[in-house]
């Protein structure tokens, strides 16, 4: 997109908004066209406002902008898809809540990343229509790190480059991957990971996600899983997320 575009039609998705004076909101959207873009939308707050039911988070939206010093100014907007299932169950609020916090995090402003506006997209209609939320979460996850140019290493010992063998490992996130266990004791950030654990990590980055569909994972694989790609993620953005935390608040009452 040219530097000095003053106008913009693309299609988004809703990540956050705050409120910004009397009755407008910032928008935080990630677009197709352009990546993140910060936006006002003026008078959305006001009761009789047309545009306010089509710029929640999560929404997909097909926008017109107008450039207004530093920031976007929304002039249109209309819905392309509200993945209203998204709003009415607090377990799939809380994992939507954290794919987005994640391209929120991973991207920059005005920054085009088809792939990843897709897989987004792919993702939020995934979890919308009912699919298990492991395969749909962690296969986001591994695709996003590739997107953005983080892929982790998981064939081979990062450091001694030897093919990984059938039994359990070490991942090393300063590293970017697998460890082997001869390595293990001289990477001081290696932690154990099981194969099973690792075979579904491989699983995310090689197999087309209708496969895998059909795996059920124990549970704990799925908490070890969970727990190595949030330590890897945690590391690469150097700070925690928000969402998780949510996320197993929702699953303890739950339980309750």
Not at 51 to 66: D, I, N, Q
Not at 127 to 137: E, K
Not at 222 to 232: D, G
Request: proline content about 5%; overall charge neutral; hydrophobic content about 40%.
């Amino acid at each position: 997109m040219p530097v000095q575009a003053r106008s913009l039609k693309t299609e988004a998705v809703v990540l956050r908004h705050s409120e910004m004076g009397e009755a407008d909101r910032l928008l935080t959207l990630f677009s197709r066209e352009a990546g993140i873009i910060r936006a006002v939308a003026k008078g959305v707050r006001r009761i009789h406002s047309k545009k306010a039911g089509h710029l929640e988070p999560f929404t997909r939206v097909s926008l017109m902008l107008a450039r207004s010093h530093e920031l976007w100014i929304v002039t249109q907007a209309v819905a392309l898809d509200l993945f209203l299932p998204l709003h009415e169950d607090l377990v799939l609020t809380g994992e939507a809540a954290y794919v987005l916090e994640l391209v929120d995090r991973f991207s920059y402003e005005e920054g085009e990343n088809r792939d990843l506006y897709m897989l987004l997209v792919e993702t939020l209609e995934r979890l919308s229509r009912g699919d298990p939320i492991f395969p749909a979460v962690h296969f986001f996850e591994m695709h996003l790190l590739d997107c953005v140019g983080f892929r982790p290493q998981l064939f081979n010992c990062v450091r001694c480059k030897e093919e990984i063998k059938p039994t359990d490992q070490f991942f090393s996130v300063v590293q970017g991957g697998v460890v082997c266990p001869r390595c293990g004791s001289q990477v001081p950030d290696a932690r154990p990971i099981t194969m099973e654990a690792l075979k579904y990590l491989r699983n995310f980055q090689r197999t087309p996600y209708p496969r895998l569909l059909q795996a059920v994972p124990a549970a704990h694989v799925e908490r070890e899983v969970e727990i190595i790609l949030q330590y890897y993620i945690t590391f690469l953005l150097e700070r925690k997320l928000n969402t998780p935390q949510f996320i197993n608040e929702v699953r303890k009452n739950q339980k309750i």
